[in-house]
C-alpha cells in the first residue's frame, strides 16, 4: 500500500476513534472535551497536509512563498534590512535542540523546587516523546529540503515537518501548559501560554524566512507539535484528577519554605 493509502486509511480510523472518545467524554469535565476536539482537529490537519505535500499539490504555493521573501534581483538576499535576517537567525536559535533542553532543565528544576517531582516525569515523557515523533515523521516522509532559494541556515535532516517548528511547539507549548496546570491564579497562566504560543510561531516563521522550509512544512510542525502538547495535557490533566500526579495546590514542603520566609 502506497503511502498516501495507509494515510487515508489512518485517517478513517481516526475518525472512529474520535467518535468513540468523544462519546465516553461527554458529561465529563468540559474544558477536557474542548481541548480534545482540538486535538483530532489538530491531527486531522496534519494528516489532510501530509497526504496534499505527498502528491506535492502544495509544490507551487510553498515555492512561491519563499521565493517572495527574496529580492526579485537576487535570491541569495532576504527582503528588509540586514537586522532583519540577523533577528531571523536569532529566533531560529531558539528552536534548536541545545535551547530547549536548557529550557526544559530550567522548568525542571522550578517544579523540583516547588516539589511536583512526577510532573517533571510527565515533562520528560513529553518532551523525548515529541522528539522521537519528529525524528520518526521525517524519516517516515522525507522530503527534501527546500531548493528555490540559497539557505541562510545549516540544515542536515529532511524537510517534513519542520522540526524547529514541531519541537519548539513540544517543548514550549508542553512546558506552558504544565506549568500552567501548576499555577493558581489564571492571568499567569493566560500569560505563560501566550509566551509559549508567541514563540511557537516566531520559531516557524524564521524557518521560512531563512529559506529551509517551505510554508508547509511549518505548518505541519505546528498542528504535529500542537496535538502532542494538547495529548500532554489532557494525560496531565486525567492524571490529577486520580492524584497520581501533583496538582495547582501548593504542597506541604513548599507550603512550609514560604511561611519561614
Known amino acids: 500500500m502506497s503511502e498516501t493509502g495507509w494515510l487515508k486509511l489512518f485517517s478513517r480510523r481516526l475518525l472512529k ?10 458529561g465529563r469535565e468540559p474544558l477536557l472535551l474542548v481541548f480534545f476536539l482540538i486535538l483530532a482537529g489538530a491531527t486531522w490537519a496534519f494528516i489532510e497536509l501530509t497526504d496534499e505535500v505527498l ?10 512563498v519563499i521565493r517572495s521573501m527574496r529580492r526579485a534581483n537576487d ?18 536559535a531558539l528552536g534548536g ?10 522548568v525542571a528544576g522550578y517544579l523540583w523546587i516547588e516539589g511536583k517531582k512526577r510532573v517533571i516525569l510527565l515533562l ?21 529540503r527546500p531548493d528555490v532559494v540559497p539557505h541562510l541556515s545549516y540544515v542536515y535532516t529532511s524537510s517534513f515537518p519542520s522540526g524547529h517548528s514541531m519541537l519548539s ?35 516557524g516563521l524564521s524557518r521560512i524566512y531563512l529559506g529551509v522550509h517551505y510554508p508547509t512544512d511549518v505548518i505541519a510542525g505546528w498542528t504535529a507539535g500542537l496535538a502532542w502538547a ?4 489532557i494525560l496531565a490533566r486525567w492524571l490529577q484528577q486520580r492524584h497520581r500526579i501533583e496538582d495547582a495546590s501548593p504542597t506541604s514542603e513548599s507550603a512550609a519554605a514560604d511561611s519561614e520566609v
Request: glycine fraction near 4%; charged fraction near 15%; include cysteine.
Open 17 to 26: 476513534w474520535i467518535e468513540f472518545a468523544v462519546n465516553w467524554l461527554k
Open 55 to 64: 502528491e506535492q499539490e502544495t509544490q507551487a504555493f510553498d515555492k512561491w
Open 75 to 92: 535570491p541569495s538576499i532576504p527582503i528588509g534590512p540586514p537586522w532583519v535576517q540577523e533577528m531571523g537567525r536569532d529566533l531560529t
Open 97 to 106: 535542540v541545545a535551547t530547549l533542553v536548557f529550557f526544559t532543565t530550567v
Open 124 to 144: 520528560l515523557f513529553a518532551s523525548l516523546g515529541g522528539l522521537l515523533l519528529s525524528s520518526a515523521l521525517k524519516h517516515f516522509i522525507s522530503r527534501p
Open 169 to 203: 511547539a513540544v517543548i514550549y507549548l508542553t512546558l506552558g501548559a504544565l506549568l500552567a496546570s501548576v499555577i493558581q491564579r489564571t492571568r499567569v497562566k493566560i500569560y505563560v501560554l501566550c509566551v509559549a504560543l508567541l514563540l511557537t510561531v516566531l520559531i
Open 230 to 233: 494538547l495529548f500532554c495535557w
